[in-house]
């Protein structure tokens, strides 16, 4: 079983930045692909950004690319997101999720989930 425990949120400006981390306890993750998603007021979550086991691979969403940058450290089992030039349309509870699966943003695919952290950008 793995537990996932999303950090970092808060309230922030537009134009400002935050980053998110995500520690993951239970058993390593580090053969796991691991993802962002968020979920907006009144709105289905959607898929951020997805990082392959190595950090070799990366594939964001549209409306973030550019400004987020995933990474993740093996060696502490925790994944980031650095958020830049946020917007009031980022606003969301972000959420990490770790896949056994193949890699890719399908929810689905994610077997474990955090329970989310606020993320709140003023105009």
């Known amino acids: 079983q793995v537990q996932l425990v999303e950090s970092g949120g808060g309230l922030v400006q537009a134009g400002g930045s935050l980053r998110l981390s995500c520690a993951a306890s239970?058993?390593?993750?580090?053969?796991?692909?691991m993802g962002w998603f968020r979920q907006a007021p009144g709105k289905e979550r959607e898929p951020v950004v997805a990082?392959?086991?190595?950090?070799?691979?990366?594939n964001y969403a549209d409306s973030v690319t550019g400004r987020f940058t995933i990474s993740r450290d093996n060696a502490k089992n925790t994944v980031y997101l650095q958020m830049n030039s946020l917007k009031p349309e980022d606003t969301a509870v972000y959420y990490c999720?770790?896949?056994?699966?193949?890699?890719?943003?399908?929810?689905?695919?994610?077997?474990?989930w955090g329970q989310g952290t606020q993320v709140t950008v003023s105009s």
């Open positions: 239970g058993r390593t993750v580090s053969n796991y692909v």
């Open positions: 990082i392959s086991w190595s950090g070799g691979r990366t």
């Open positions: 999720a770790a896949s056994r699966s193949a890699y890719g943003l399908a929810q689905p695919r994610y077997d474990y």
